[in-house]
């Protein structure tokens, strides 16, 4: 069993920056693949980023490439995701999710291959 705990979601103005962070427990953390989806008021839940086991690659959804980064510290037992540059329709629920059925190369950007979720945490970013 793996439990995810996001963190660092709150109001930013437009422009502005975030840094969330993902708590995960288990001891086999290093051999899950990462991501963070996000679900906006009335829409559907969405990809926005993900990274791979070793940390080596990652992968991230059109509408946040190049403002966003993803990254991991195995030591900690944690995923982040920093997001420079926000603007309002960023605003959403972000969840972290973890595939723990990962190969090294594996980049989960789909529901389906994740196997569990945090509670997600709120970010708003006003205009």
């Known amino acids: 069993q793996v439990q995810l705990v996001e963190s660092g979601g709150g109001l930013v103005q437009a422009g502005g920056s975030l840094r969330l962070s993902c708590a995960a427990s288990?001891?086999?953390?290093?051999?899950?693949?990462m991501a963070w989806f996000r679900q906006a008021p009335g829409k559907e839940l969405v990809f926005v980023a993900a990274?791979?086991?070793?940390?080596?690659?990652?992968r991230y959804a059109d509408s946040v490439n190049g403002r966003f980064t993803i990254s991991r510290n195995d030591a900690k037992n944690k995923v982040y995701l920093q997001m420079n540059s926000l603007k309002p329709e960023d605003t959403a629920i972000y969840y972290c999710a973890a595939d723990s059925l990962a190969f090294a190369l594996s980049l989960p950007t789909t529901k389906s291959e994740i196997d569990y979720w945090g509670q997600g945490t709120q970010v708003t970013v006003s205009s």
């Open positions: 288990g001891r086999t953390f290093i051999d899950y693949a």
């Open positions: 990274i791979n086991c070793s940390g080596e690659n990652t």
